[in-house]
């Protein structure tokens, strides 16, 4: 059975939530635990605000049975989220989010969606919210940050810009090392600060490549929204991806569209994107050291293990094993 709330009885839920302390862990001023309500799960958030408009959220839960929470339309800040473990469910406006699909949005006005969480599954979330003035203090200061990123980031009345981007290996381990904070105290406050920044820095960044060549092919709005979803669905499902043909048909696309298109606006073919994923997920796997190689291998695709050692040579400088044993990228 799925339990469903609209936002009124989510909100009414968390203010009766109850305040938690975490073991070792004493809370100053700007933090704030909220237990997940005991009758509908476990878990718990910690929202720390670590300056004036920058918050970050970690979120730890688990529901005893599926829920579906109905979001109305509504103003957003700026947010950044990677999933650890688990995943959010849409049916639309969003793509599954977690595994390697993260999400970076822009603020603005959200259009209304549907969230839903599966009974059982474990949702271990790094999650940062960015007031738009806190974040256009710094863009003011570098001329990188031109008026069209300005635009994407800052709608203000109108509708916000959802991006959802490949959670890289790098990414991932700054959401793992803000998870597992060394320090105390104030330390442990600029620690937080810098490794969020470090976060942003890298989404700031992508956002800036991506723009650059967004605003060089001539394609069609409808087109970009098309070739958009082609990498959405590459992302999501690279261990076992579409055909050529068949991700053309999905998108509503001609073969030839797909491939000079993906070109123009992502600066890649539609294999090397597909490639580049599989091995970004060859390297996490290898070194988190819960797989052999030649499982590795199949994971991300290869039925034979020397092409994909030699495909992981090529891109990483080293050998799968190597990687495995600790050695940092050679290139």
């Known amino acids: 059975m799925t339990l469903i709330l609209n936002q009124a009885d989510w909100d009414e839920l968390q203010q009766q939530a109850p305040r938690l302390q975490l073991d070792n862990l004493v809370l100053d001023d700007v933090e704030h635990i909220t237990g997940v309500p005991e009758y509908i799960g476990r878990g ?15 979120y730890d839960c688990e529901y005893y049975q599926d829920l579906m929470v109905k979001a109305p339309v509504h ?10 473990s688990g995943f959010i469910y849409f ?3 969003h793509p599954n989010l977690g595994g390697m699909c993260g999400y970076f949005s822009g603020s603005g006005i959200s259009p209304a969606y549907v969230e839903k969480y599966r009974c059982g599954e474990r949702l271990i979330t790094i999650g940062v919210d960015i007031e738009p003035e806190w974040l256009d203090s710094f863009l003011q200061e570098d001329k990188q940050y031109d008026c069209g990123i300005r635009k994407l980031l800052f709608k203000g009345d109108d509708w916000k810009t959802s991006l959802y981007p490949t959670v890289t290996l790098k990414m991932r381990s700054v959401a793992q090392q803000l998870w597992n904070v060394p320090y105390r105290g104030v330390a442990r406050r600029m620690y937080l600060q810098g490794k969020v920044l470090e976060l942003l820095a890298m989404h700031l960044d992508l956002i800036a490549a991506e723009q650059k060549l967004r605003n060089l092919p001539k394609l069609k709005p409808e087109t970009i929204a098309r070739l958009q979803y082609a990498k959405e669905i590459l992302t999501i499902q690279f261990e076992n991806p579409p055909s ?24 890649t073919t539609v294999f090397g994107y597909l490639h580049n994923l599989r091995m970004e997920q060859a390297e996490q796997l290898l070194r988190s050291r819960e797989m052999r190689v030649s499982e590795v291998a199949h994971a991300v695709g290869y039925s034979h293990l020397g092409h994909f050692t030699e495909a992981f040579k090529r891109k990483f400088g080293m050998t799968p094993k190597q990687c495995q044993m600790g050695k940092v990228n050679a290139l």
């Open 91 to 93: 049916e639309a406006v």
């Open 44 to 58: 718990y958030n910690h929202r720390i605000e670590l300056s004036p408009g920058l918050w970050v959220n970690f």
């Open 244 to 267: 050529l043909s068949e991700l053309a048909q999905q998108v509503g696309v001609s073969d030839r569209t797909l491939q000079r298109g993906f070109g123009e606006l992502f600066g």
């Open 75 to 84: 103003e957003h800040d700026i947010q950044i989220w990677i999933n650890l």
